[in-house]
C-alpha cells in the first residue's frame, strides 16, 4: 500500500481511543561512495576473537606448565625466578625447562641457585638459608677491658664488642688480668644482631700482708716492686715468691701459695745483716778455697761471708803446699784477698820387670826405670816403655812426707791379651764357666793291659792348645727350663730327677746342641750348630758360640793332672774315696742291680750339682751324678796311627755321639774309670751335658 492509498484516521477514533496519528515522511536511499571496501568483521568481532586466542593460548599454558615451589627456611623467605613465571600460591608456574633463583630474607645470606623443571609431576625444592653472623657485646662489672674466646679461639673485640660470630651455642670465656676467667654457653642468634653479656668478674687475687723486722723493707714480687713492709700487697693466685731487701741487709725471698680470695698475713720476716764480699785470688791460680771446711770453687772467685764472726779459709793446689787465712767481715763490706803458694815436692822410685825400661812422666820421656824422681805433689801420668812389651800405665801424687814407690811389670802383647780375657762368665742360661788355656800333649783312651778296659777305648796321641771356656757344673733343671719352659727331667721309682738345682737329664743330644744355640743367640755370638728346623745337621769349628765339650777338652779336663792322666776322678787306685761323687752306693740299691757296699754319697739318684768335691781345675762331677753328652760323633780308631790330632773335634758324619763320664747308676770298675766310653742319640735318665766355647 503507498502513501496515497493509506486509511484516514477517523475523528471518532482518534477521541475514542487516544492513539497518536502516524504520519507518512519521505524516504531518500543512502548512496554508496564511490570505490569505498566492505569491512569483513566489526571491531566487536574483532575484540571477541582476540579473546578467544588469548584464551586458548592460556588454557595450553596452564596445560604444559609445572608447578616450581621452594620450601624455604625461613618460610617469609622472598623467591625470584628467571625467565616467564607467573606466581601461583605459594610457588610459581613455569614451562619445563632450565632456570635460575635467587631466594631473600632479612637477616640471612641469599642463596642463588639454578634448577631443572621437567614435563612431569610437580617440582618441589628445600632450601635453608645460612643466618647472618652476630654480635656479642660484653659488658663487665667491674667494667676493665676484656679478652674474649669463643669455643676457645680468641676473637677480635673492641671495648667488649665481638662481631660476626657464627650462630649457633658458643662456650664464651672472658679473661682479664687480676680476674678469674668467666665462662658462660650461649645460644648465638645471628642474623646481624647484637646480644647483650653481662658478666660479674671475681678478682683472682687475694690480700697478702707482709711485715718485716726491721720494717722500711722493700717488697717485690717478680721484679715488680709493690711497696715497703709493713704492707698489703694484693698478689696474684698462684706460687709466687716475695722477696723482701733492704740496704745492709740479706734480701729474703718468701714462697707464697695464693689462693684467690682467701688472705693471709705471713710471719714476720727477720732481715739479718747484709753479707761481706770477699774477692779471693791466687799465684798461681786455679786454688781450691774451702769456707769453714765448705768447698767454694776455684780462684779467682768471689765468696760471700756472714758478719757474725771469724771464718777459716784454706787455699789448696795439687803440688803446692795449702794456705790457711782467718778473716772476718763487717756486714755489706767488700774486700780483696790475695795467696801466694809454694810448690811441694815428693819423691817417686820406679822399677819394672824386667828392668832398663823408659819411664815417661806427663808425656815427657824422664829416664829409665831403678831410678828415684823428684815430682810437684800433684798428679803425675806415668808410663813405662820397653820394646817387646806392652806399655805400663798408671797415675800418682807424690807425698811431700815419704817416699813412694811404682812397680810396673810389664807383659808381652800375648800376656796382656789374656790378661784382658776373663777368666769366669756367666753364661744366660745362669751358669758358670772358667777358662782354660790347655798347651798339653797327652794319650787318650787306656791301654789293652788296664783293668776294666773297653775295646772302644783306643788311644790316640792328642795335642790340645787351643783356650776354651767350660762350665764349671753340669746344665741344671732351673737352668735348662729357661730354654724349654715346659721340660722334665722325671724321676726314678718315686725318686725325682726334676728339682731346680739337679743336673738336667732325659734329654737327647740333639736338645743339648740347641740349647748351646739357644744361649748364643742370646749373647749374640755365631751358632757352633747348623740347623734344618729343629733338626742339628753340622757344626762351624770356627764359630764363638757355645757347644758340648769336645772329647779332647773333656778328657784333657777330667784326666789331665801335672803331665800324667789320671784313671779315677780321686786319683789311680780303688777304693773310692770319701766325698769323691755320686756313683751307685747302697742308697741306690732299690734302683741298680750293683752297688759300691763301702762308699756312701747320701743320694739315691742325681744329687745337686756341685755337692761334692771339685777337681784341680775347679770343675765338678766329671764322675759320677749324670754321664755327659759330648760335641764328637761317635767313633772307634784302629790304634794303628800314632799321627798326633791337634784340637781334635770329632768326624762332621755319624749316627751317634760320644758319652763321657760315670754317672748315679754306676758302680763298676769300668765306669768308674775316666777313659770309659759310651755312646747314644736319645733321652736317658743317667745323661745329662755341661757346656763350653772357643776363646777366639
Not at 658458643?170 to 648465638?188: A, G
Not at 769336645?550 to 787306685?573: C, I, L, N, Q, S
Not at 794303628?640 to 748315679?664: F, K
Amino acid at each position: 500500500m503507498t502513501a496515497k492509498e493509506a486509511v484516514p484516521v477517523r475523528d471518532d477514533d482518534r477521541e475514542d481511543h487516544g492513539f497518536s496519528v502516524i504520519e507518512p515522511v519521505g524516504f531518500s536511499p543512502v548512496q554508496a561512495e564511490a570505490g569505498g571496501k566492505k569491512l569483513l568483521l566489526s571491531p566487536r568481532a574483532l575484540t571477541v576473537a582476540v579473546c578467544l586466542l588469548l584464551g586458548s593460548l592460556m588454557l595450553v599454558y596452564l596445560l604444559v606448565a609445572r608447578s616450581l615451589i621452594f620450601e624455604t627456611q625461613p618460610a617469609d623467605a622472598n623467591v625470584s625466578v628467571s625467565g616467564f613465571a607467573l606466581p601461583l600460591g605459594d610457588g610459581h608456574l613455569v614451562l619445563p625447562g632450565h632456570y635460575s633463583y635467587t631466594i631473600q630474607a632479612s637477616g640471612y645470606l641469599p642463596k642463588s641457585g639454578e634448577v631443572d623443571v621437567a614435563s612431569d609431576g610437580h617440582n618441589r625444592h628445600a632450601v635453608t638459608l645460612e643466618k647472618l653472623p652476630g654480635n656479642i657485646q660484653v659488658v663487665t662489672n667491674p667494667a676493665v677491658p676484656v679478652r674474649i674466646l669463643i669455643d676457645g679461639t680468641e676473637v677480635e673485640s673492641h671495648e667488649g664488642l665481638a662481631k660476626n660470630i657464627p650462630a649457633g651455642r658458643k662456650r664464651i670465656t672472658l679473661l682479664t688480668d687480676r680476674y678469674l676467667p668467666f665462662t658462660r654457653e650461649v645460644d648465638v642468634e645471628g642474623l646481624d644482631n647484637t646480644q647483650r653479656l653481662e658478666a660479674t668478674l671475681r678478682p683472682a687475687w687475694a690480700k697478702i700482708h707482709i711485715s718485716t723486722n726491721p720494717p722500711g723493707a722493700t717488697v717485690s714480687v717478680e721484679g715488680k716492686m709493690l711497696g715497703t713492709t709493713p704492707m698489703d700487697a694484693e698478689l696474684i693466685q698462684g706460687d709466687r715468691t716475695v722477696s723482701v731487701s733492704m740496704p745492709q741487709y740479706n734480701t729474703v725471698e718468701v714462697p707464697v701459695a695464693v689462693t684467690a680470695g682467701v688472705d693471709q698475713t705471713l710471719s714476720p720476716i727477720d732481715l739479718s745483716a747484709a753479707d761481706g764480699v770477699l774477692k779471693l785470688s791466687s799465684s798461681p791460680s786455679g786454688a781450691s778455697v774451702t769456707v769453714d771446711g765448705e768447698f767454694r770453687g776455684r780462684t779467682p772467685l768471689e765468696v760471700k761471708l756472714t758478719p757474725d764472726g771469724q771464718h777459716q779459709l784454706r787455699f789448696f793446689k795439687d803440688g803446692y803446699g795449702s794456705v790457711k787465712h782467718t778473716v772476718d767481715m763487717s756486714a755489706g763490706a767488700q774486700r780483696e784477698l790475695n795467696v801466694d803458694l809454694h810448690a811441694v815436692f815428693g819423691r817417686v822410685r820406679i822399677t819394672s820387670s824386667p828392668e832398663d825400661a823408659q819411664v815417661f812422666i806427663d808425656g815427657e820421656l824422664a829416664g829409665a826405670s831403678g831410678q828415684t824422681f823428684r815430682l810437684p805433689a800433684r798428679s803425675h801420668d806415668i808410663l813405662v816403655r820397653k820394646s817387646g812389651y806392652e806399655d805400663y800405665t798408671t797415675t800418682i801424687v807424690p807425698s811431700a812426707k815419704l817416699e813412694q814407690s811404682v812397680r810396673a811389670v810389664l807383659l808381652t802383647a800375648e800376656q796382656a791379651r789374656w790378661s784382658k780375657v776373663p777368666a769366669q762368665i756367666t753364661t744366660p742360661a745362669g751358669g758358670t764357666m772358667l777358662l782354660m788355656r790347655p798347651n798339653a800333649k797327652f794319650t787318650m783312651g787306656s791301654s789293652r793291659r788296664e783293668q776294666g778296659r773297653r775295646a772302644n777305648e783306643v788311644l790316640r796321641q792328642v795335642a790340645l792348645t787351643r783356650p776354651f771356656y767350660i762350665g764349671t757344673t753340669e746344665v741344671t733343671n732351673r737352668e735348662f727350663r729357661r730354654f724349654q719352659h715346659m721340660h722334665s727331667s722325671s724321676h726314678v721309682s718315686g725318686v725325682s730327677l726334676d728339682n731346680d738345682n739337679l743336673p738336667v737329664v732325659n734329654v737327647s743330644w740333639n736338645d743339648a746342641a740347641l740349647f748351646c744355640n739357644w744361649m748364643s743367640e742370646r749373647d749374640g755370638l755365631d751358632k757352633v750348630y747348623s740347623t734344618e728346623g729343629d733338626r742339628v745337621t753340622g757344626f762351624d769349628a770356627g764359630a764363638n758360640g757355645y757347644r758340648l765339650p769336645t772329647e779332647a777338652e773333656w778328657a784333657w779336663a777330667a784326666r789331665y793332672h801335672r803331665g800324667t792322666m789320671r784313671k779315677f776322678p780321686w786319683g789311680d787306685h780303688l777304693p773310692v774315696k770319701r766325698n769323691s761323687g755320686n756313683y751307685a752306693d747302697n742308697s741306690a740299691a732299690q734302683l741298680v742291680p750293683a752297688v759300691l757296699r763301702t762308699y756312701t754319697d747320701r743320694y739315691a739318684a742325681t744329687a745337686p750339682v756341685a755337692t761334692y768335691t771339685a777337681n784341680d781345675l775347679g770343675l765338678y762331677d766329671l764322675g759320677g751324678n749324670a754321664s755327659e753328652w759330648i760335641h764328637d760323633l761317635y767313633t772307634i780308631g784302629t790304634g794303628l796311627s800314632m799321627r798326633r790330632e791337634e784340637n781334635p773335634v770329632g768326624p762332621q758324619d755319624g749316627d751317634y755321639h760320644v758319652i763321657r763320664g760315670s754317672s748315679w747308676r754306676h758302680a763298676g770298675l769300668t765306669e768308674l774309670r775316666l777313659s770309659y766310653r759310651d755312646y747314644g742319640a736319645e733321652p736317658r735318665d743317667d745323661v745329662g751335658f755341661r757346656v763350653a766355647r772357643w776363646v777366639n
